[in-house]
């Protein structure tokens, strides 16, 4: 069951595991029966699976020749890049929902920070919404 | 008039999740944001979410040791601190589930040691894996909860970190 050595977990929803193996040179899912591993397209020699929730997982990664933080939701499909405007590193640790947590680096130190993402169930939502709206107009 | 109206906005939807979830290598994505920063700390950061509370760390002399962890219930901060813990390394809450929080405390010299605790709002226990190596200071502790699941590291025999997984009451390797 082991990732191997080198490894961490790190964060836990219900009996899915994230976390990192290989030093921290990749991140893994652990979804109780099967790994799979975790990395930021851009992420070249360091990628951490912090957080999980549901299917969306949340963490970090360095490109090549960075030392630098760059914090990443992957929500089962596709990778996002999100670092705080203005900051040197964002890394995030933590998600509930469409809501993350974490830190930044600027010029006056670290930061804590929530960051709130767009869900596509809250856009279609509002489209069907707005539809509605549109045919009641119409009668 | 509707149905211009009603084109307008599907293509502007169509462009909206185009732009935002369109499958590319590490695009941005659209997002809001606001800092939270513990009272009179220098540093602060936030590690874990569950039920709109929030579980961090923070320090006021940029050591980059954090030694201080709090819990922010949507309005103020209450101190989580393993009793005894040393006062340098201190203790750092990384993982809340309902009530119970998780993380790591390290014992004051001349016996440092690096332990995970489980916190249920009343009292702290210590968390060790059984099979982490006390030969090293730093052999681990817990990172994350779940219910009662609990994830984090312990150092091997061999010096190397390994994950654990607590399922209910069974430990994994």
């Keep these: 069951l082991t990732p191997g050595p080198g ?12 976390g990192y193996y290989a030093g921290g040179q990749f991140g893994y899912l652990y979804d109780g029966t099967n790994y799979t591993t975790i990395a930021d397209p851009s992420g070249t020699h360091l990628n951490e699976a912090v957080g999980i929730s549901g299917n969306d997982i949340v963490g970090d ?32 640790r933590g998600i509930e929902g469409n809501s993350i947590v974490g830190w930044y680096l600027n010029g006056t130190g670290y930061h804590g920070v929530i960051i709130t993402v767009p869900e596509p169930s809250t856009l279609a939502l509002l489209t069907l919404g707005a539809v509605g709206l549109l045919a009641a107009r119409r009668r | 008039m509707g149905r211009k109206l009603l084109f307008l906005y599907c293509a502007t939807f169509v462009w909206l999740v185009t732009a935002i979830f369109a499958d590319a290598a590490s695009p ?42 709090f819990l922010y219930d949507g309005a103020s901060f209450k101190s989580i601190a393993f009793p005894g813990a040393d006062p340098n390394l201190g203790t750092q809450a990384f993982g809340i589930s309902g009530n119970l929080i998780a993380g790591i405390y390290w014992t004051p010299s001349p016996n440092i040691h690096e332990h995970g605790f489980l916190y249920d709002g009343n009292s702290y226990t210590t968390i060790d894996d059984p099979l982490a190596n006390s030969f090293y200071a730093n052999q681990g502790g817990v990172f994350g909860i779940s219910g009662n699941h609990l994830v984090g590291e312990y150092i091997d025999s061999a010096s190397h970190g390994q994950s654990f997984f607590t399922m209910g009451h069974i430990l994994r390797h």
């Design chain 1, 61 to 92: 990664y360095q490109g090549i020749s960075e030392s630098a933080l760059h914090g990443f939701l992957f929500d089962g499909t596709s990778y996002y890049t999100i670092d705080i405007p203005g900051s040197t590193q964002t890394s995030l």
């Design chain 2, 28 to 69: 941005p994505i659209a997002f809001s944001y606001v800092t939270l920063d513990y009272p009179g700390a220098h540093d602060t950061q936030l590690n874990g979410i569950n039920g709109g509370k929030i579980v961090g760390d923070w320090e006021t002399n940029s050591s980059t040791l954090f030694p201080n962890s």
């Design chain 1, 7 to 18: 490894s961490a977990a790190l964060g836990v929803d219900g009996n899915k595991v994230v």
